[in-house]
């Protein structure tokens, strides 16, 4: 089954928005957009709308659709409610995962172990294997609710890396950590779970976002 028109369209400029290349403020150019993208107004005014619904673009009224502004200081809470959260979700995956959660675990790490070589340092590939394990240890906890705000807060704290301008980790200095944590949750152990993805998600980033957050409140002060 072929992905519909608005699927495409809403990864695509998902992604855009993630990395910055459509800045934050920036209007949506609707007409443009349908070009570039090759779809009609309906399938794009869908991702448009499910983009608004995870904080990443907001209405304009009649002027249209934008980027959602990301001030320093918002982008630092979003990662920081995203990482208690993703914490607490570790420690549910490991309460209540199920075999089958274990083997699609399993399955990933073997699959990424296998492309790390031939696809490391490539943006799209690196973001997309990260998503897809939050994704998945989400599954495991088995709470709808936290599966819903984390994949919108992992697109938000995303792009506040991308806009603070603080690199990236790639997946293989970050494997070890996805496989302690496969491991804690595969051993019930909530509180190891719950430690290695708190080390997966550094106070690095934080930091840096923070450091960016200052340096704006400087300028406005002077």
């Known amino acids: 089954m072929s992905p519909r028109k608005s699927d495409e369209a ?3 400029l998902r992604r855009r928005i993630m ?3 459509l800045p934050p403020n920036s209007l949506l150019d609707e007409k443009a957009l349908q070009l570039d993208l090759d779809c009609g107004r309906t399938p794009l005014r869908e991702a448009i709308l499910r983009l608004t619904q995870e904080g990443l673009a907001v209405s304009m ?3 249209g659709y934008a980027v959602a502004s990301a001030t320093p200081e918002d982008l630092r809470r979003c990662y920081e409610l995203r990482r208690e959260l993703e914490c607490f979700t570790a420690g549910l995956a490991a309460e209540r995962r199920t075999p089958e959660d274990l083997a699609s ?20 590939w690196e973001l997309s294997v990260d998503e897809e394990f939050h994704r998945l240890i989400a599954r495991a906890a088995a709470n709808q609710f936290a599966q819903r705000y984390l ?3 992992f697109g938000l704290s995303v792009r ?7 690199p990236i980790t790639f997946v293989r200095e970050e494997f070890s950590t996805y496989r302690a944590l496969v491991d804690a949750i595969r051993m019930h152990d909530v509180a190891a779970a719950r430690a290695a993805m708190s080390a997966h998600l550094t106070v690095s980033p934080v ?5 960016e957050a200052s340096r704006e409140k400087s300028k406005v002060s002077r």
């Open 151 to 153: 994949e919108s807060l």
């Open 105 to 124: 675990l399993d399955a990933f790490l073997e699959r990424v172990q296998a492309e790390m070589d031939d696809q490391a340092g490539k943006v799209i």
């Open 19 to 21: 990395l910055a290349e």
């Open 160 to 166: 506040s890396l991308y806009v603070s301008h603080v």
């Open 10 to 12: 809403y990864i695509e």
């Open 207 to 211: 930091k840096a976002i923070a450091q």
């Open 61 to 63: 009224g009649r002027r």
